[in-house]
C-alpha cells in the first residue's frame, strides 16, 4: 500500500514532460530547471548544486526526469537515501563510464559515481550488456549484478539479490519502439513486461523512491508532425501505467 504524499515531482529541463498532458492528472509539483545552462549530457558541480537546492523544495516521490540526457538526476536523488538500500535500474544503457572524480557528472557516468554512495548496497542493473561489467572498478563488482530479462528465473534473481528497501530507476530506452520512444539506441522490453516486474517488486520490497526518464526531445516542429505526435503518446501512455503501477501497487513508501 503506497504510504508517502501521491505526489510526483515533474523535472522541466526541456519541456518534454510538460507536453504530456495525462501526467498534470496527478498531484504533481513541477520544478522549472530552463533558466540551467550546460545541463544536457553532462553538469558542472555548480549547476548540479543549484539542481539539488531545488530538489529539497519537492516532496520525494517519483520523479518524472525528462530526457534520458539528464539521467544524472538520479545520482542526486540516490544520495538523498538515508538508509540501507538496493537499486533497481531498468537502462539499454550501464551508464558506468569511468570519468575523473572532478569532471562534470554526466548521463554516462553517474551510475559509476552512485557505486560509492555509503546506503547503496547494491546495484542490479536489467536489460543492457553484461559485459560492461569491465568498467565496474573491482572493489565495488560485488555490488553490481546485471540480469537480463529472458525466461522467467530473473525476476527471481531480482527479488532475491536485493535488500528490503529499494529505489527503482527506470529510463525507457529500456523500452521496445513500440512502446516508448527516445533519443537513444533502443532494447526489446515491452511495457507489459517492465509493469509485470515492477507489480512484483512493490508487492515485495519497500519502494523508497523512484525516477523516470527517456523522453524524445523533439523541436517545436517535429511536435506537430505525426510522427512527433506518435511518440509524445507513446511516452506518455508509458509513464502513466508506470505512474499507476508503482502508485497503486504494494507498499510504495516516501523515502525518509
Known amino acids: 500500500m503506497f504510504t508517502g504524499p501521491k505526489v510526483v515531482t515533474l523535472l522541466n529541463f526541456d519541456d518534454t514532460l510538460t507536453k504530456q498532458e495525462e501526467l498534470r492528472r496527478f498531484p504533481h509539483d513541477l520544478v522549472d530547471l530552463r533558466d540551467l545552462k550546460g545541463t544536457r ?3 558542472a558541480p555548480e549547476v548540479l548544486g543549484e539542481i539539488a537546492t531545488r530538489l529539497g523544495k519537492t516532496k520525494r516521490g ?5 530526457s534520458g540526457d539528464f539521467h544524472y538526476v538520479s545520482y542526486l536523488l540516490l ?6 538500500f538496493t537499486l533497481i535500474l531498468f537502462d539499454n544503457h550501464a551508464d558506468l563510464k569511468q570519468d575523473h572524480p572532478h569532471a ?3 548521463c554516462a557516468s553517474w551510475m559509476a559515481r552512485a557505486l560509492e554512495l555509503p546506503y547503496l548496497q547494491k546495484a542490479i542493473i536489467i536489460g543492457t550488456r553484461g559485459d560492461e561489467m569491465r568498467w565496474v572498478p573491482p572493489r565495488r563488482r560485488e555490488k553490481v549484478l546485471f540480469l537480463f530479462f529472458t525466461g522467467k528465473a530473473w525476476l527471481r534473481q531480482v527479488l532475491n539479490n536485493s ?3 529499494v529505489y527503482i530507476s527506470i529510463d525507457k530506452d529500456v ?3 513500440e512502446d516508448a520512444v527516445t533519443n537513444w539506441e533502443q532494447g526489446s522490453m515491452t511495457l507489459a513486461e517492465l509493469l509485470l516486474a515492477l507489480r ?3 508487492q515485495q520490497k519497500e519502494v523508497a523512491a523512484a525516477d523516470v526518464c527517456g523522453e524524445a526531445p523533439l523541436h517545436p516542429l517535429d511536435q506537430l508532425r505525426p510522427a512527433g505526435r506518435e511518440a509524445i503518446r507513446k511516452n506518455m501512455r508509458a509513464n502513466v501505467m508506470i505512474l499507476r503501477t508503482l502508485l497503486l501497487a504494494g507498499s510504495y513508501k516516501k523515502a525518509s
Open 104 to 106: 562534470p557528472l554526466s
Open 175 to 177: 523500452l521496445c519502439r
Open 163 to 165: 535488500t528490503g528497501t
Open 62 to 66: 517519483i520523479t518524472l526526469i525528462g
Open 200 to 202: 512484483e517488486i512493490t
Open 41 to 43: 549530457m553532462y553538469c
Open 79 to 84: 544520495a538523498a537515501m538515508t538508509r540501507p
